[in-house]
Each structure stands twice: as structure tokens, then as C-alpha cells.
């Protein structure tokens, strides 16, 4: 996790779309949300986030193919403390580990 968040910002996510669009509702908890092809608009009150995802070529390690996902961040009417309050939640949800 972050210390802060700008208001736009780009990260690679190492799964697929499908789990991608599973994995976000649990994200954004009670957060409404629409999806409009590989975009979202997501209500986070007072503001908005809109994410958009791009699919990647696989990251290849020797045998191994990880999917890549592109994903795009942009916060509307939220300040510094609201968007590190909601990333914080969302990041732990969209944390995954191996072990």
C-alpha cells in the first residue's frame, strides 16, 4: 500500500480480465459502479473513479506466462485523504500472494 494517490495513475495487475471484473466488486465494497466495455465508473461519494483496463501480452519467466492487465486510475472529486482511504480498502482486496 501507498502512503498517497494521485489523482490518475497507471498499474499492471497480474491476472486476467475475467478475474479482474470477479475480484472488483469486493474491491469497492458499497460503492455502485457501471461497467461500459473494458471501462468502469465507480461512485465513491463525493466524487467519482473512472478505471479502464487494457489487456497485455502474458509477462513470460521461463515456463512461466503471467497475465497482464493494464489498468487505469482516475479520481474526480475526492481529495488526497479520500483516495488513500478508498485505495487502502482496495488494495487489500485486489491483493493476492503466494506462499
Known sequence: MQSSYAESFEREMGCTEAE?????????????????????????????????????????????????LRVGFAFSGLSAEQRHTFMKRFDLYMQRGGG
Open 20 to 68: 479482474w471484473l470477479g475480484w472488483l466488486p469486493a474491491a469497492i465494497g458499497s460503492c455502485s459502479w457501471r461497467q461500459e466495455g473494458a471501462a468502469a465508473s465507480v461512485d465513491v461519494p463525493p466524487g467519482t473513479l473512472r478505471l479502464r483496463w487494457e489487456v497485455r501480452p502474458p509477462r513470460v519467466i521461463a515456463l512461466m506466462r503471467m497475465p497482464v
